[in-house]
């Protein structure tokens, strides 16, 4: 399964913490939950890791404390939201994030209270005001959050796992400069053709599974705003072996551009400009 995410915004007092509580309770009986909390403070006074605050001190840029039981706490050092949630993502159904208001890449967002969001997926005054079932409705029409990671994680639970002698993969990412004299990009930012896209994207997958010797293949391409040097697209091919990987992943990618219909506005310090990478015949720029 995928991982998809809700995060939940609003000020301090708006019962945000009760509502990740109740759609954590619901979401459980569907898959594994992860949550994530922002927490407004020095990360080391958050747990009562002695040790391993005095190893903080003295360099160490993550630190763990495990219990003989099995039960642990992390801090550490320079940890993004999105380094918290590509993590997850290889390991949990659902992820649950509370705050991160205007950080992060863009989340599928409960807003509560006056939170300035922008298509919040349900707006309340408060968490109580919240019905749980509305915002699982809505979670089910929503992009899952992958990774290179999650997608080998997920590729390697295949039937034909035991035959595979190779897992290739392509990541495509928002490359900044052409040449060094270019307007850097800031940003792409991507849409679709929601059914069409999808339809196209899973043909493309059957097609290139059914050759000899592939095994597994998993297409994911990102919408919405992909900053510069963030990851846009993703194939990964198991098969028996590294020929038949290495071709299939060349194969999917290049179809996968030239087939799939998606608009791209490439935003940059100078301005920006929408292309259609469908049927244009030509390399886009900013993205291998």
Same mark, same amino acid.
């Given at each position: 399964?995928?991982?998809?995410?809700?995060?939940?915004?609003?000020?301090?007092?708006?019962?945000?913490?009760?509502?990740?509580?109740?759609?954590?309770?619901?979401?459980?009986?569907?898959?594994?939950?992860?949550?994530?909390?922002?927490?407004?403070?020095?990360?080391?006074?958050?747990?009562?890791?002695?040790?391993?605050?005095?190893?903080?001190?003295?360099?160490?840029?993550?630190?763990?404390?495990?219990?003989?039981?099995?039960?642990?706490?992390? @801090? +550490?050092? /320079?940890?993004?939201?999105?380094? #918290? $949630? !590509?993590? *997850? &993502?290889?390991?949990?159904? =659902?992820?649950?994030? %509370?705050?991160?208001?205007?950080?992060?890449?863009?989340?599928?967002?409960?807003?509560?209270?006056?939170?300035?969001?922008?298509?919040?997926?349900?707006?309340?005054? @408060? +968490?109580? /005001?919240?019905?749980?079932?509305? #915002? $699982? !409705?809505? *979670? &089910?029409?929503?992009?899952? =959050?992958?990774?290179? %990671?999650?997608?080998?994680?997920?590729?390697?639970?295949?039937?034909?796992?035991?035959?595979?002698?190779?897992?290739?993969?392509?990541?495509?990412?928002?490359?900044?400069?052409?040449?060094?004299?270019?307007?850097?990009?800031?940003?792409?930012?991507?849409?679709?053709?929601?059914?069409?896209?999808?339809?196209?994207?899973?043909?493309?997958?059957?097609?290139?599974?059914?050759?000899?010797?592939?095994?597994?293949?998993?297409?994911?391409?990102?919408?919405?705003?992909?900053?510069?040097?963030?990851?846009?697209?993703?194939?990964?091919?198991?098969?028996?072996?590294?020929?038949?990987?290495?071709?299939?992943?060349?194969?999917?990618?290049?179809?996968?551009?030239?087939?799939?219909?998606?608009?791209?506005?490439?935003?940059?310090?100078?301005?920006?400009?929408?292309?259609?990478?469908?049927?244009?015949?030509?390399?886009?720029?900013?993205?291998?």
């Amino acid at each position: 399964m995928c991982m998809k995410v809700i995060r939940v915004v609003g000020p301090s007092g708006s019962g945000k913490t009760t509502l990740v509580e109740r759609l954590a309770r619901r979401l459980t009986e569907r898959g594994a939950v992860g949550t994530v909390k922002h927490i407004d403070c020095d990360p080391t006074l958050d747990t009562e890791g002695k040790d391993t605050a005095r190893h903080r001190e003295v360099g160490a840029v993550e630190t763990y404390g495990v219990t003989d039981s099995g039960e642990w706490f992390a @801090t +550490g050092a /320079d940890r993004t939201l999105s380094d #918290v $949630l !590509d993590d *997850l &993502a290889v390991s949990c159904d =659902y992820a649950l994030v %509370e705050g991160y208001s205007g950080v992060g890449r863009s989340l599928p967002t409960v807003a509560l209270g006056d939170a300035d969001v922008e298509n919040p997926l349900v707006a309340a005054p @408060t +968490g109580d /005001d919240v019905d749980v079932g509305t #915002v $699982l !409705d809505a *979670l &089910a029409d929503v992009d899952p =959050y992958e990774t290179l %990671e999650s997608l080998v994680a997920r590729i390697k639970e295949s039937a034909d796992a035991d035959r595979s002698g190779a897992i290739a993969t392509f990541t495509g990412r928002v490359r900044e400069k052409e040449s060094p004299d270019d307007d850097p990009t800031e940003f792409l930012e991507f849409e679709r053709y929601d059914e069409v896209a999808a339809e196209k994207m899973e043909a493309i997958r059957e097609e290139l599974t059914a050759r000899d010797g592939v095994f597994e293949v998993l297409l994911h391409h990102r919408t919405g705003v992909v900053e510069a040097g963030e990851d846009i697209v993703f194939v990964v091919v198991l098969a028996g072996h590294r020929e038949e990987a290495f071709e299939t992943v060349e194969d999917g990618i290049n179809r996968l551009k030239a087939e799939v219909p998606l608009f791209k506005k490439e935003v940059t310090v100078s301005g920006e400009f929408w292309a259609h990478q469908h049927d244009t015949g030509v390399e886009q720029p900013n993205e291998d």
